[in-house]
Nanobody, 123 residues
């Protein structure tokens, strides 16, 4: 059974940093992509960042490029989202997800999703 568990969310002030973590278990794909998404109240879920497990290639939404680097720890099956210079508009529930090979990493077409972690940025 595939499981994704996010952690690291919280309430911070604008300009602060947070580090989200996602631990994955229960799948044995030869290659896959780990994605980060967010959903603010009243808005659609949107792509934030993705990291390909094999090779570590990263892709970012324009809104977070340069602020939210993503990384992975292969030994621990974990992926991270370092969120720097946070803004009020970054407030959302953040999700990690797994996509099997050959998918479009910026789309919502991921195969498995975590439950999400709340990030609230006060201005």
């Amino acid at each position: 059974q595939v499981q994704l568990v996010e952690s690291g969310g919280g309430l911070v002030q604008a300009g602060d940093s947070l580090r989200l973590s996602c631990v994955a278990s229960g799948f044995t794909f030869s290659d896959y992509t780990m994605g980060w998404f967010r959903q603010a109240p009243g808005k659609e879920r949107e792509f934030v960042a993705a990291i390909r497990w094999s090779g570590g290639r990263t892709t970012y939404a324009d809104s977070v490029k340069g602020r939210f680097p993503s990384s992975r720890d292969a030994a621990k099956n974990m992926v991270f989202l370092q969120m720097n210079s946070l803004k009020a508009e970054d407030t959302a529930v953040y999700y990690c997800a797994v996509q099997k090979p050959l998918g479009v990493v910026t789309s919502l077409r991921y195969d498995y999703w975590g439950q999400g972690t709340q990030v609230t940025v006060s201005s």
